[in-house]
C-alpha cells in the first residue's frame, strides 16, 4: 500500500524541510491581504492538488528553486481543502483557475500566472 500511496500521492503539503518559508491561505478574507502586501512586495500564491503527482512534482521543483525570502512573499493553497479560496482568486484576479499553478501578484493585481511544467521559480526575478 504505501509504494501506492508514495507514487500516486498521499495528501502532499510542503515539508518541514522545505526551504520555503510558507504562508498558508485559508480565508478567503486573507485574499484583501495578499492584494495590500503585494504593494509593499510581490506575492505569490502557489496552487497545489494535494493528490495529483504532477502538482506535487511541480511544488518540489519550485521549493528547490526558490531563493527570494526577502523579496517575495510565498502563499500556499490547498486546492482539495479549499477550493472556494482558489475560485475567488480567479474572479478576483482574472485568472483561468490551473493545477497546479503559480500566480503572481504585484501592485494589487496578477501580473503573472504559469501552470503545470511552465511554474518555474526563477520566473520570480523577473517581479522584484
Known amino acids: 500500500m504505501s509504494f ?4 500516486f500521492g498521499n495528501d502532499e503539503k510542503p515539508s518541514e524541510a522545505s526551504k520555503v518559508q510558507w504562508n498558508y491561505l485559508t ?3 486573507q485574499l484583501s491581504t495578499l492584494e495590500e502586501e503585494s504593494k509593499e512586495q510581490p506575492v505569490v500564491i502557489f496552487k497545489h ?3 495529483c503527482i504532477i502538482s506535487r512534482t511541480a511544488l518540489k521543483q519550485f ?3 526558490f531563493d527570494l525570502h526577502e523579496k517575495v512573499k510565498p502563499y500556499f493553497l490547498d486546492l482539495l481543502e479549499y477550493r472556494p479560496i482558489s475560485n475567488e482568486i480567479a474572479v478576483r484576479f482574472n485568472v483561468m483557475h490551473q493545477s497546479p499553478q503559480m500566480i503572481v501578484l504585484k501592485d494589487g493585481f496578477s501580473v503573472y500566472d504559469a501552470s503545470h511544467d ?3 521559480a526563477e520566473d520570480l526575478k523577473k517581479f522584484v
Open 27 to 29: 480565508e478567503i478574507d
Open 118 to 120: 511552465a511554474i518555474d
Open 49 to 51: 492538488s494535494t493528490r
Open 63 to 65: 521549493e528547490n528553486q
Open 4 to 7: 501506492f500511496k508514495s507514487f
